[in-house]
């Protein structure tokens, strides 16, 4: 496709249930990062791959949560036991290198709701 | 003390207005600046990069002050598609990925 897709595009769920969100960036694109926008609130770092280095977990809020890149194109954001504080929307975004600040292309996020 | 810190608005002002925004950030060893437009319920896109020479893009002026570390963003003859929230973002470290947003300044542009 032309832009960044993630699915579901909305997510409710239960607290205490594992979740996947999935995103697959612009085809090409070597780095790629998930954020996280809650409520009123900006958006909020989780992690980031490029290539094939380890990624940078760095902004992770838990061992809840966890992320995988597969062929370095898909990504996985799984959230485990999930707590009504993990309410938000998830974003995912994709860019062409290494090169810091290469412009960060979004996709139209997955809105997660836990009861 | 947040990173990268805006007025979160609500700003409103009336279609032809000059609307000008600010933002500061705290690291010092940050890059790279930016602009990002967010519509309501929608993902970011970016506006428009920072340079410290100052740059322009149409009806929108950027300005970077790293002494002060100071960004603005000037919004000229104000649009009714200018009706958005406006993030400022940070790059902390060159060669690192991980931008820092701001909480983002909403702007309602009334006709």
């Known amino acids: 496709g032309a832009g960044v897709s993630q699915s579901p595009s909305n997510k409710v769920t239960e607290k205490g249930k594992d979740v996947e969100l999935r995103c697959d960036p612009i085809?090409?694109?070597?780095?790629l990062y998930w954020y996280r926008q809650s409520l009123g609130q900006g958006l909020e770092f989780l992690i980031y791959f490029q290539g094939n280095s380890a990624p940078d977990k760095s902004g992770l809020p838990s061992d809840r949560f966890s992320a995988e890149r597969t062929g370095g194109s898909v990504s996985t954001l799984t959230i485990q036991r999930t707590q009504q504080e993990d309410s938000a929307v998830y974003l995912c975004?994709?860019?062409?290198?290494?090169?810091?600040?290469?412009?960060?292309?979004f996709g139209p996020g997955t809105r997660l709701l836990v009861l | 003390r947040k990173e990268v810190e805006q007025d979160p608005g609500p700003f409103n002002v009336p279609e032809g207005a000059t609307v000008a925004f600010n933002c500061t950030y705290s690291n010092s060893a940050s890059q790279s600046f930016f602009w990002y437009r967010q519509d309501c319920r929608k993902e970011p896109k970016l506006l428009m990069s920072v340079y410290s020479s100052g740059n322009e893009d149409g009806r929108f002026t950027a300005q970077l002050n790293r002494a002060s570390q100071y960004i603005s963003l000037l919004i000229r003859d104000s649009k009714l598609s200018d009706s958005a929230t406006y993030l400022c973002v940070v790059a902390l470290i060159q060669g690192a990925q991980k931008l820092v947003f701001g909480q983002g300044t909403r702007l309602t542009i009334n006709p």
């Open positions: 975004a994709s860019s062409g290198g290494a090169i810091s600040g290469e412009t960060q292309y």
């Open positions: 085809s090409g694109h070597t780095a």
